[in-house]
């Protein structure tokens, strides 16, 4: 809870506003099980003392009291109602400290939904009112939320600045107890940028300031990402990480905060063939989702369901539940989630033979990849057109301002004249320029995303043929790409299966169970190459990586290439050269 201090100017009645403090303790206590009478009873408290009398803290205290509460009870459009009331009217007298708290708290609720643009409006508008030269709780909150959001938006340089100068912040005035968040927001940073040390370091310095503080709930997520940390590469640490924030805090009050916890538990039940207790995990989370709205949550554990049952070859169950989430999924307008469960659907016809079914949904799902990038074409064009027609509008208003000025000045002197005819020109040449640089971005915007629609129609029976060199693909980044494609690249990245010069497209699709038209599709999609070439991606950075060592500077290349998987001297040279665009000797 912020602290702010008083500086209403109005006198209070005394006995009110005690009321309303004693009160509101035990309104946070009833907040938790029972939202409807924590609200109800702080109604009652605040008409003995009316909003407009009481001192600016205890304004914030309500404001902080009536939103969890709404929260609580999914009524999080009247909490927002109630925030933006109170950030856009404040009456005289009044300091800027309840402005402050409800900006920050609309920014951060809507960095949570993913509203990225009105978040950093709301940002905006709160680092206005601080004072340049003071150092305050809130502002050092303002700058972790700011650094949550460009972390979030990929700005992650931008986000550790935020990050540290909150951290220097809350050090300064010895609020330790506030670095907790901080600390997770910048762990998760630098897991983003693959920087494991520092991401590991700041994890740990979070899980010590929580438990510190009896900080439960951040506690909570600071475990719950130190499971996901070590999910791949320490299976074991990630299920004592995650056992523990799961018996953390009672299900019943903390359904919600815990259900992702379970929800990763469950896939590691999954992973160690655990069924089970990965089905019961699953189940627990789709009865929280679906009680409490959350549809990401409910196609992700019928999904997860839907992979229980196929891993224990109950075909008919796994099919089932597909089928269900698909629907679910249609009806709430989530396209994408709804092309991966068919293409689940697809697998499992085709894998009881009933072809005809899978060629059916085959057609559902390329319709509906179609629509997905005839949309991210409208919206990017749509997009390159706002921002033309703003900078339009914003120079045509700077151009018509300075006209204004320049008659004005016109009549003072001969000298002016001059000066106010360069100034319009220069900006009217500003004008034209930035118009022009707008026009070529959106035909070139328009030609991208063209081409990346022909290219998607066409790859699905696409053969590896001669390809300009292009650079080495990026490493996988959570959150941007599918989950059958996350588990292909885990799957490469963990077995390292291009070791083997004698690889087949047949033996991957029968590790994973995927089938070879959607492995094909997904490297296409977010590799943009043929499973040959991605192959040789893979094996391509094994040698650089054994060019590299000191230890293999006496090796012949050859020797090199063929221990990284490279069946022949020419295979290997081709590739080398298509993928990287220079001579294998040129990295020794």
């Given at each position: 809870?912020?602290?702010?201090?008083?500086?209403?100017?109005?006198?209070?009645?005394?006995?009110?506003?005690?009321?309303?403090?004693?009160?509101?303790?035990?309104?946070?206590?009833?907040?938790?099980?029972?939202?409807?009478?924590?609200?109800?009873?702080?109604?009652?408290?605040?008409?003995?003392?009316?909003?407009?009398?009481?001192?600016?803290?205890?304004?914030?205290?309500?404001?902080?009291?009536?939103?969890?509460?709404?929260?609580?009870?999914?009524?999080?459009?009247?909490?927002?109602s109630l925030m933006k009331r109170f950030q856009s009217q404040i009456s005289p007298g009044r300091s800027n400290a309840v402005k402050i708290y409800s900006g920050i708290w609309l920014s951060q609720q809507l960095t949570n939904d993913g509203k990225y643009f009105l978040?950093?409006?709301?940002?905006?508008?709160?680092?206005?009112?601080?004072?340049?030269?003071?150092?305050?709780?809130?502002?050092a909150n303002a700058l972790n939320i700011d650094g949550s959001l460009l972390s979030s938006t990929g700005d992650y340089f931008a986000a550790q600045k935020k990050l540290l100068e909150a951290i220097k912040i809350f050090d300064s005035l010895g609020t330790t107890q506030a670095l907790g968040p901080v600390y997770l927001n910048l762990a998760g940073n630098y897991q983003s940028l693959n920087d494991t040390k520092l991401s590991l370091l700041y994890y740990r310095k979070a899980c010590s300031i929580t438990i510190a503080y009896n900080d439960s709930l951040n506690y909570l997520f600071a475990l719950n990402n130190l499971g996901t940390f070590y999910r791949i590469s320490n299976p074991d640490s990630a299920e004592c990480y995650f056992l523990k924030a799961k018996n953390l805090l009672p299900m019943k009050k903390y359904a919600v905060e815990t259900l992702p916890t379970r929800f990763h538990l469950a896939g590691l039940y999954y992973d160690q063939k655990k069924y089970a207790q990965a089905l019961e995990l699953y189940n627990e989370v789709l009865f929280v989702s679906q009680k409490h709205h959350i549809n990401s949550g409910v196609f992700r554990a019928m999904s997860g369901i839907g992979n229980v049952y196929e891993?224990?070859?109950?075909?008919?169950?796994?099919?089932?539940?597909?089928?269900?989430?698909?629907?679910?999924?249609?009806?709430?307008?989530?396209?994408?989630?709804?092309?991966?469960?068919?293409?689940?659907?697809?697998?499992?016809?085709?894998?009881?033979?009933?072809?005809?079914?899978?060629?059916?949904?085959?057609?559902?799902?390329?319709?509906?990849?179609?629509?997905?990038?005839?949309?991210?074409?409208?919206?990017?064009?749509?997009?390159?057109?706002?921002?033309?027609?703003?900078?339009?509008?914003?120079?045509?208003?700077?151009?018509?301002?300075?006209?204004?000025?320049?008659?004005?000045?016109?009549?003072?002197?001969?000298?002016?004249?001059?000066?106010?005819?360069?100034?319009s020109a220069l900006v009217l040449g500003a004008l034209l320029f930035r118009i022009y640089r707008l026009y070529r971005q959106r035909n070139s915007a328009y030609n991208i995303l063209f081409e990346k629609y022909r290219n998607d129609i066409r790859a699905a029976d696409t053969e590896e043929g001669i390809m300009p060199a292009v650079q080495l693909f990026p490493p996988l980044i959570p959150g941007q790409s599918s989950q059958t494609y996350q588990k292909l690249i885990e799957y490469f990245e963990s077995e390292k299966p291009y070791?083997?010069?004698?690889?087949k497209f047949d033996d991957v699709t029968g590790q994973l169970r995927i089938n070879r038209k959607t492995i094909s599709d997904l490297i296409q999609q977010y590799a943009g190459m043929s499973f040959n070439m991605f192959v040789n991606n893979y094996r391509i950075k094994e040698v650089l990586r054994h060019l590299a060592s000191p230890e293999l500077k006496n090796y012949k290349i050859e020797a090199v290439a063929k221990e990284a998987g490279f069946g022949s001297k020419t295979a290997f040279y081709k590739a080398f050269s298509q993928l990287t665009?220079?001579?294998?000797s040129e990295f020794r």
């Open positions: 809870m912020a602290c702010f201090t008083s500086c209403s100017s109005k006198k209070t009645d005394k006995q009110p506003t005690e009321k309303l403090t004693l009160g509101s303790k035990k309104v946070r206590l009833l907040t938790s099980a029972e939202p409807l009478s924590a609200m109800r009873l702080l109604d009652s408290l605040v008409q003995a003392a009316p909003i407009e009398t009481l001192a600016d803290s205890l304004v914030v205290d309500y404001l902080e009291l009536k939103t969890n509460a709404l929260i609580k009870l999914d009524m999080r459009d009247s909490a927002y978040a950093r409006k709301y940002l905006e508008e709160t680092y206005t009112l601080f004072d340049k030269k003071t150092q305050s709780f809130e502002k891993a224990q070859n109950k075909d008919n169950d796994a099919l089932r539940i597909y089928r269900e989430a698909g629907k679910l999924a249609a009806l709430s307008g989530e396209t994408p989630v709804y092309v991966e469960l068919l293409e689940a659907e697809e697998y499992m016809y085709e894998k009881s033979g009933r072809y005809k079914e899978a060629l059916t949904t085959q057609k559902t799902i390329r319709h509906l990849n179609d629509s997905l990038l005839a949309l991210d074409k409208q919206i990017a064009v749509n997009d390159l057109e706002f921002a033309y027609n703003n900078e339009k509008l914003e120079r045509k208003n700077e151009l018509l301002s300075s006209n204004m000025l320049l008659m004005k000045k016109r009549m003072h002197a001969n000298f002016m004249i001059l000066v106010v005819a360069l100034v070791l083997n010069s004698n690889l665009g220079s001579r294998p």
